[in-house]
T-cell receptor, first 115, second 117 residues
Framework: AQTVTQSQPEMSVQEAETVTLSCTYDTSESDYYLFWYKQPPSRQMILVIRQEAYKQQNATENRFSVNFQKAAKSFSLKISDSQLGDAAMYFCAYTYTGTASKLTFGTGTRLQVTL | GAVVSQHPSWVICKSGTSVKIECRSLDFQATTMFWYRQFPKQSLMLMATSNEGSKATYEQGVEKDKFLINHASLTLSTLTVTSAHPEDSSFYIC?????????????FGDGTRLSIL
């Protein structure tokens, strides 16, 4: 079974600084997708960034980028120039083609942004 | 684009009643919808996957007679919690995925907070 592990229950970053959230996963599949979702206090799940496993290039979305290490099964999220609005729970998630898009989520990392 | 509306956002009801939660894709057709449950300070746990016009596929440990899922159209799926009890109190979230596009991400609703007294 696939598992997703987020080893940092909480992280804190100062405004305008950079923070990296860790995620590792376990799978025997070669064709899969990885995601980072953000869940602010409003509880809505917001897609932050997505990575296809077959792509070697790391995905980037404005201030958000990932470090995808396929061999190490690692998928970390880097947030640059952190803003107060980045404060939220961040979930790493995995899916592969054989599961009809079912997402497996990690346990989440709560990110605090301080002034 | 890709807006998913979930209703109601919060419901409180007495033990023994049934509660229906609606999930609508407002600006796209969703052949697949997913229902999740989230306990406080925990991650999302998939309950079931529903495909338009067919029976839902439930995850192991989820009672299909307790959590009735209907996906009658490409824009609407409903989750009915039957004879709800306090242990069913939780945050329920739906998501929807566009037709014929596996590699498209799931779009989530705002969730429903269910409190059973």
């Amino acid at each position: 079974a696939q598992t997703v592990t987020q080893s940092q229950p909480e992280m804190s970053v100062q405004e305008a600084e950079t923070v990296t959230l860790s995620c590792t996963y376990d799978t025997s599949e070669s064709d899969y997708y990885l995601f980072w979702y953000k869940q602010p206090p409003s509880r809505q799940m917001i897609l932050v960034i997505r990575q296809e496993a077959y792509k070697q290039q790391n995905a980037t979305e404005n201030r958000f980028s990932v470090n995808f290490q396929k061999a190490a099964k690692s998928f970390s999220l880097k947030i640059s120039d952190s803003q107060l609005g980045d404060a939220a729970m961040y979930f790493c998630a995995y899916t592969y083609t054989g599961t009809a898009s079912k997402l497996t989520f990690g346990t989440g990392t709560r990110l605090q942004v301080t002034l | 684009g890709a807006v998913v509306s979930q209703h109601p956002s919060w419901v409180i009801c007495k033990s023994g009643t049934s509660v229906k939660i609606e999930c609508r894709s407002l600006d796209f057709q969703a052949t697949t919808m997913f229902w999740y449950r989230q306990f406080p300070k925990q991650s999302l746990m998939l309950m079931a996957t529903s495909n338009e016009g067919s029976k839902a596929t439930y995850e192991q440990g989820v009672e299909k007679d307790k959590f009735l899922i209907n996906h009658a159209s490409l824009t609407l799926s409903t989750l009915t919690v039957t004879s709800a009890h306090p242990e069913d109190s939780s945050f329920y979230i739906c998501s929807a995925q566009g037709a014929g596009t596996f590699n498209q991400p799931q779009h989530f609703g705002d969730g429903t907070r269910l409190s059973i007294l």
